[in-house]
């Protein structure tokens, strides 16, 4: 039995939206301590701004992300905020 290494991962470039959006959630490490539900954050948020996936406020409750220290509200209030000025 042998073990594969894992698939090679291109970077977005730094300008691109989706990186930018990764950095916004990345910023709320302090709310949400898991890095695999920023990470599922980042990829529903970025669907979003590209018109396919739901807003933030349904985002975080659809996705089960583990949130400590803020509302869910609050959270999606400031996520909102932030992807307007991104957009």
């Not at 999606?76 to 932030?82: G, I, M, S, T, V």
Request: with cysteine.
């Amino acid at each position: 039995m042998t073990t594969l290494p894992p698939p090679k991962v291109k970077k977005a470039a730094e300008d691109s939206l989706e990186s930018k959006i990764y950095t916004m959630v990345e910023n709320y490490k302090e709310y949400i301590p898991t890095p695999n539900d920023r990470n599922r954050l980042s990829f529903c948020l970025v669907k979003f701004v590209n018109g396919e996936g739901d807003e933030p406020k349904i985002t975080l409750k659809n996705a089960k992300i583990g949130i400590s220290g803020i509302s869910v509200a609050d959270l999606a209030k400031k996520l909102d905020d932030e992807l307007l000025k991104i957009k």
